[in-house]
């Protein structure tokens, strides 16, 4: 399949980036926001910009003409817009005239439940946003006008996101042996455009890096770099889980850029 066009609906801390990034590749993108205040943004950078607001019934349907469509709107937390979330996707879908849509989910999906999970690994979310997102998933793997791509992220860190500032200086804090599951900007968009180039189209994959220091080493680590108050932690392991794929290093052969080992 030849892709030219690419719709990105939510061009937020991910999307933008991305959407620069495949700009730099040679495609065309459309970028969607419910801000106009953001258009000219949008201009500037050579992204084509729609104003699409999945609350109201009107927006301009020629955003979801696209060879892939790359869904990137996260549920919001409050109950009532949770059960929206899933009627907007289920409206996405029967919109859309990409023949991929890509939907960006998150390893959230999956309750702390002990254990070591991958793609295989059957999702029981606990979580009012986990339940929203698997019924997102389920919604658009069941539509027949084109293939659903599942790309799960772990935490995100990278530019803007340093995750360590939310520890600094703070004392007794829980969990401290828990694995982390965190994956950076820079393999967000790595990732995204591999499956692209790829082709790679139709699986769900756990985009999390495969290095999962402890919560105590890594944001202990991040606030020394970041010249913040040492956090401390309790040497101890409660509920936790740990990330890992088959599908991204059998399918992609994905190099990280950014691993978390050191």
């Not at 794929?245 to 399918?251: E, L, T, Y």
């Amino acid at each position: 399949m030849e892709i030219k066009t690419i719709s990105i609906l939510g061009c937020g801390w991910y999307g933008f980036a991305l959407a620069e990034a495949l700009l730099a590749d040679g495609y065309t993108v459309k970028g969607s926001t419910t801000s106009e205040n953001k258009l000219a943004q949008f201009k500037e950078a050579g992204i084509m910009p729609y104003i699409v607001n999945l609350t109201t019934p009107e927006f301009d349907a020629d955003f979801f003409n696209c060879d892939v469509l790359i869904i990137s709107i996260p549920p919001r937390k409050n109950n009532d817009a949770l059960v929206s979330y899933v009627d907007q996707v289920k409206m996405i879908a029967h919109v859309a005239k990409a023949k991929q849509v890509i939907f960006i989910s998150s390893t959230g999906i999956y309750q702390d439940g002990n254990f070591i999970v991958n793609e295989n690994t059957i999702p029981e979310p606990t979580s009012e946003t986990g339940k929203s997102l698997l019924a997102a998933e389920t919604a658009l793997k069941g539509g027949t006008a084109f293939t659903t791509t599942i790309i799960r992220f772990g935490g995100l860190i990278g530019p803007n996101r340093n995750l360590a500032k939310h520890f600094a200086g703070k004392t007794g804090i829980s969990n401290g042996l828990a694995p982390i599951n965190l994956i950076h900007l820079y393999d967000c968009i790595g990732l995204t455009k591999t499956i692209l180039s790829k082709n790679a189209f139709g699986l769900t994959y756990h985009a999390v890096s495969p290095n999962h220091p402890t919560r105590a080493a890594f944001y202990t680590q991040g606030c020394i770099d970041s010249g913040f108050e040492k956090p401390e932690f309790i040497n101890e392991l409660l509920d936790w889980k740990q990330i890992e794929s088959v599908v991204v290093p059998a399918i992609l052969d994905y190099k990280w850029k950014v691993d978390f080992s050191s």
